[in-house]
């Protein structure tokens, strides 16, 4: 499939001012020939693809096999068991003061994985639903048993200042009008409501060692803004969101998307190549224990952001 690519601007300051910083492949799952650009905007640092395919482009880049449309214990085993217990304990961390019926949606849901957590370990008289804009992973979803519904939140239309906690996992990255897509947000969310964002982090060493080309945040052509606490923080603002908090926290998995790319790109061995992947126990440990002290120190791989619809509003 020929690639069509399109211009775009900052979705922080509108600038058109920026600069190359990597050109790269679809590494991980090889569904184009094409090399795309990453750029840094010289005016609040956003990286982003510049050119980015089309929508159409982008809607291919995502393969049946992806991730996030069917991650299961049958598929990644000790990783499925380890990530439910440690995402759990994140998910009830960020609920902690929600009313008895609150209302909690996830944008960019996939197939339901965060969703069931909240259902199995969550409040029953919690209100859960998702959203996500490919129908693989809405079929995903629904197999889970979770209440979801298929489409862009923006024209979906659920009720306005409705929502008490809106979740974003990984998704902010995908997404075309980041800008957009908050203001929308802000206007779910009731007075106090809050919304979680978690995003890949710019500011971190693995950024700065593998940023070049290979770093696993990029995730060719798939990832389209990324962020780090500033900006983060600086677009929530022009959506009308006050930022609570954003920190950074333990990731191994750019960590090991990188190695794993670097290696596959200098034509290394297959069989070390296979050992390095998000199905790996082996490879997940290492680079938690090489993530877990930067995250200390506020250097971690990604981003939990925390902001909230002020009362005033």
């Not at 919690?126 to 129908?135: R, V």
């Not at 080309?213 to 803004?225: E, I, K, N, Q, T």
């Not at 983060?232 to 990188?258: I, M």
Request: aromatic share 10%; hydrophobic share 40%.
């Amino acid at each position: 499939m020929r690639i069509h690519f399109e211009h775009v601007l900052c979705t922080v300051c509108r600038a058109d001012d920026c600069l190359p910083i990597a050109v790269g492949e679809d590494f991980e799952y090889r569904t184009s020939d094409e090399e795309f650009m990453a750029v840094q905007c010289r005016r609040c640092r956003m990286v982003y693809l510049n050119p980015r395919p089309d929508a159409q482009g982008i809607e291919h880049s995502y393969p049946a096999n992806y991730h996030a449309f069917q991650f299961n214990e049958s598929d990644f085993g000790l990783v499925y068991r380890v990530r439910q217990r440690l995402e759990a304990r994140r998910l009830l961390r960020w609920c902690r003061g929600l009313p008895e019926h609150a209302k909690i949606l996830d944008i960019g849901c996939g197939d339901g994985f965060h969703l069931e957590l909240l259902q199995r370990f969550g409040k029953p008289t919690w209100s859960i639903e998702g959203i996500d804009s490919d129908p693989r992973a809405a079929e995903g979803a629904k197999r889970r048993g979770i209440q979801i519904k298929q489409g862009s939140v923006e024209e979906v239309g659920f009720e306005q200042k409705s929502f008490d906690l809106i979740f974003m996992i990984m998704t902010i990255e995908h997404v075309s009008d980041p800008l957009a897509m908050l203001q929308c947000v802000s206007t779910l969310l009731k007075p106090g409501g809050r919304l979680i964002i978690v995003t890949d982090n710019t500011d971190s060493p693995d950024f700065r060692i593998f940023g070049n080309r290979h770093w696993g945040g990029y995730h060719f052509p798939r990832h389209l803004y990324l962020f780090n606490r500033q900006n983060l923080g600086e677009l929530c603002q022009r959506a009308g969101l006050a930022t609570v908090s954003v920190r950074t926290a333990l990731s191994p998995v750019n960590w090991t998307y990188s190695l794993r790319n670097w290696i596959q790109d200098w034509k290394g061995p297959n069989w070390i190549v296979k050992r390095i992947s998000l199905e790996s126990p082996i490879a997940l440990t290492i680079f938690t224990l090489v993530d877990l002290p930067l995250s200390l120190i506020g250097l971690g791989a990604i981003l939990h952001g925390e902001f909230v619809k002020e009362k005033s509003e």
